[in-house]
């Protein structure tokens, strides 16, 4: 009589010999997946402290829009994950025109970027927007 | 001591989950040294995007810088320090491009560069005072006809203006200046000098140079960035110029040109004894002549366009057809004696910009802009009217904001960018 597929797979686990592992081997093995383990998760957390991505691509998208709607003078924003701070400074050497520079930090206060520009000071009052921009 | 190296193969572990262990590892590290690359990665493609943005920013900086310190044109190369961050370098060149400037400003943090090239021009609009007409003379009127519109800050010779009938038409507005009138000298203003000096300049530049012959160009289309060196195309006598597109960085050169309608010039100059331009052309070309130059029926010339003629015999003029649309300036500058109208400009005209004409002219379109002249010549059937204008329209207060030009009279102290080129 003919052996059915299910039970000659049965079979075949029942005719295969499994390795056991000694307790030595066992507690190396937890060992090694503990170090490892350990130095991933500082290295993911590490990396997410130091480079802060997401917040550095906010922060970039931010100063990309930046763009209008400046006063003529220092302002900050807030919106409780990232701050943006307008720092306007005239120029003594070139009338007309004033230096303002966008500044981003997070939480800490880390700088996660800045853009600074030079815009003619006739053209703020008139219209709010900042010449010179198209990026 | 130490196992031979066969032997170190031959060996086996036999624990299942040692093996199952260090093969995890070795997954987790690999994933971990992906993950880590990727991080960098990105990093390294956010910082590189704030740096490409502040160069960006630094160009436009020197634009505004540029527009606002208009002495900054006195030197040909000089470096700016916009950022408290000195590793930011911005550096300047300033050629001429006839009567425009040529401005390159290359910015530069490390090894990341980004450089611009943009076309300058004067700030016409930054003089408040800036006339619709300036007719300079001692002893004659202005007579004006039918509805003649003369904006603010109008110049007057010293007898003043008056109606007039001419070919039985009067006048049909109720005052006579729209705004407000002075008296104007004897002579002309001078023209400023730096354009006489500009158009040698060209001239020993062409000649100086190694020229191309025009006939020896295979393709008809040609485009020249203005990062590269100039091309200059001589022409033979009598040359006509058709199914041509040039653009940019190019010169022509030729003693008698005709430019035909089918022909496209942008941004280009031309310098020849006389340019002859054929009906219904466009472009926007700088047109710069010894002896005539014609603007054909229904042309499009718009800015930054420029004529000018160094007129030395008095039958040397500038022809300007009907029902042209004409954006820039227009200089006839020498003062020559028996000479009749050097500078022709029809009926249907429609202009913005700037004219001087350093002698009589003949005007008969509308001008948003201001009109500098000795005085007037009307033709018509019944004969010669010198210093009549009839149905014409001269205002520089419809003088655009966005309009640049060069500063015929003085030597102008704002500068702004006309366009971006290439």
């Given amino acids: 009589m003919q052996k059915s597929a299910l039970k000659r797979f049965f079979d075949h686990f029942k005719r295969t010999k499994l390795r056991a592992s000694s307790i030595v081997e066992v507690i190396v093995a937890l060992a090694i997946c503990m170090i490892i383990f350990m130095i991933s998760m500082s290295v993911i957390v590490n990396s997410q402290r130091s480079n802060n991505i997401r917040l550095k691509q906010k922060a970039q998208f931010i100063l990309s829009v930046v763009n209008g709607n400046i006063q003529q003078e220092d302002t900050t924003f807030d919106n409780g994950s990232l701050r943006l701070e307008t720092t306007f400074q005239k120029n003594d050497t070139i009338s007309g025109v004033s230096k303002v520079s966008y500044l981003v930090f997070d939480n800490s206060s880390h700088l996660l970027g800045m853009k600074v520009i030079w815009v003619a000071t006739d053209s703020l009052s008139n219209t709010g927007s900042v010449i010179g921009n198209n990026n | ?422």
Wanted: charged share 20%.
């Fill in chain 2, 1 to 422: 001591m130490w196992l031979p190296i066969n032997r170190i193969f031959r060996l086996r572990v036999k624990g299942g989950a040692l093996q199952y262990t260090i093969l995890f590892s070795l997954l987790i590290l690999m994933s971990l040294s992906l993950f880590l690359m990727y991080v960098r990665l990105s990093a390294l493609e956010v910082y590189s995007s704030q740096k490409q943005s502040q160069l960006i920013d630094n160009i436009n900086s020197s634009i505004v810088i540029l527009e606002n310190k208009a002495n900054l044109f006195d030197q040909q190369k000089q470096r700016i320090q916009l950022l408290d961050d000195s590793t930011y370098i911005n550096d300047i060149e300033i050629s001429e491009w006839g009567f425009y400037d040529r401005v390159k400003v290359v910015s530069t943090k490390g090894k990341q560069q980004l450089s611009k090239t943009f076309l300058f021009a004067d700030n016409i609009k930054s003089n408040k005072r800036i006339p619709s007409l300036y007719m300079s003379g001692a002893n004659q009127y202005l007579s004006v006809g039918g509805k003649a519109y003369l904006g603010n800050n109008t110049f007057l010779p010293a007898y003043g203006i008056r109606k007039s009938y001419v070919n039985g038409i009067g006048y049909n507005r109720d005052s006579l200046i729209q705004g407000n009138s002075y008296k104007a000298s004897k002579v002309l203003p001078k023209l400023n000098k730096s354009w006489e000096s500009r158009y040698r300049n060209l001239k020993t530049r062409i000649d100086k140079s190694t020229r191309k012959n025009i006939r020896e160009l295979k393709q008809d289309s040609i485009t020249v960035s203005f990062n590269d060196e100039t091309l200059i195309l001589h022409c033979p006598n009598n040359f006509n110029l058709e199914n041509k597109y040039l653009s940019g960085n190019i010169m022509l050169t030729g003693s008698k040109l005709h430019i035909a309608n089918t022909s496209r010039i942008h941004l280009c100059i031309v310098v020849a004894d006389t340019i002859v331009v054929e009906e219904k052309f466009r472009g926007d070309v700088q047109l710069l002549a010894e002896k005539y130059i014609e603007i054909g029926e229904s042309s499009v010339l718009n800015v930054p366009s420029i004529l000018y003629l160094n007129n030395t015999n008095n039958t040397d003029n500038i022809l300007i057809k009907s029902q042209t649309v004409f954006q820039g300036d227009v200089i006839v500058p020498h003062p020559i004696r028996e000479s009749k109208e050097i500078l022709i400009v029809e009926e249907g005209c429609k202009m913005i910009g700037q004219i001087y004409c350093n002698g009589y002219a003949s005007f008969e379109g509308i001008l948003f802009g201001s009109f500098y002249t000795n005085g007037f010549m009307k033709r018509s059937r019944n004969g010669l009217y010198e210093n009549y204008l009839v149905d014409v329209c001269i205002d520089s207060k419809r003088l655009p904001d966005e309009y640049c030009g060069i500063s015929l009279i003085e030597k102008s102290n704002a500068k702004v960018c006309a366009e971006e080129i290439f």
